[in-house]
């Protein structure tokens, strides 16, 4: 059964609690199963289709839990654009949080295959980007790229011993409410420019707890109670002119991987500074 079926602005996705079927996934990121590259493409351009890679990472285990695909402007490139997989292995999927591999592609040249480390927290459905210190693998569209995914892959799951220790480390750090608050106002600056106006809700708003397994003054549930208000938006707040506005949420793929990237680093350094 789906969790969620989004239709955003910039991408439409789906999560599911069980592994997504290839009908359930072609529904929302047709560009996926794309029968061709697109046109732009040289000939030294290796054309093979992100199913035929999904298909060689589910012979080793690895099953997609959540697919989105970018929309796109250019209506000659939108079943060739950005897509994005989150995979997960199947002795990984029962727990209070799962580590993923998350898996990028397009077919319109503005993306080789990426593979990056991610956490997925089931009370609230955030699926999380650990931060730069981790693999970034990456396949070019040319040779064997079924088998240099698969390998990305497995160097990624590598990583995993290292973001359950990271995640320990924040469960086990308490911070006072000065130190949430800086927190969170400097995870805001990462979204709105102080030098523009600056964040149009408060540090407080985004600390507000949505659920009682928030609720507590640990890094990481100070760190997921942020990364859901910033990513899902919805929280209503005013501009510095007055005008009363509600705080979108972040849709497109790239901003997407940017914030919850830069999200998991400042989390890191609030662990490195409470260390000191």
């Not at 929280?235 to 510095?240: A, E, K, P, S």
């Not at 790239?254 to 500074?273: G, T």
């Amino acid at each position: 059964m789906a969790l969620a079926t989004r239709f955003g602005r910039n991408h439409t996705s789906i999560r599911s609690q069980n592994p997504l079927s290839n009908e359930e996934i072609k529904a929302v990121t047709p560009s996926i199963f794309a029968a061709e590259k697109h046109g732009s493409r040289s000939e030294r351009y290796t054309y093979i289709p992100t199913i035929e890679v999904l298909e060689g990472l589910r012979r080793e285990g690895f099953q997609p839990f959540m697919a989105c695909q970018a929309r796109c402007r250019d209506e000659g490139k939108r079943e060739h654009t950005k897509h994005m997989l989150r995979l997960r292995r199947a002795d990984h999927i029962v727990s209070g949080e799962a580590n993923e591999i998350i898996l990028l592609n397009s077919h319109d040249g503005t993306s080789s295959y990426q593979m990056l480390a991610g956490t997925f927290r089931f009370v609230c459905c955030n699926g999380m980007v650990c931060g730069d210190t981790l693999n970034d693998f990456r396949v070019p569209h040319k040779g064997n790229i079924v088998d240099n995914v698969i390998e990305g892959a497995f160097r990624v799951v590598e990583d995993f011993e290292l973001i359950n220790g990271q995640v320990d480390g924040m469960k086990s750090l308490t911070l006072n409410d000065a130190e949430q608050q800086a927190f969170a106002h400097s995870a805001l600056a990462l979204k709105y420019d102080p030098e523009a106006g600056g964040a149009p809700i408060t540090e407080q708003q985004i600390l507000e707890p949505k659920r009682r397994e928030d609720v507590g003054n640990d890094l990481w549930r100070t760190f997921n109670r942020v990364q859901e208000r910033m990513l899902q938006g919805g929280v209503r707040g005013r501009t510095t002119n007055g005008r009363r506005v509600t705080t979108r949420p972040v849709t497109g793929i790239d901003s997407d991987i940017k914030l919850n990237r830069a999200l998991w680093v400042l989390a890191e350094h609030m662990k490195k500074l409470k260390a000191e």
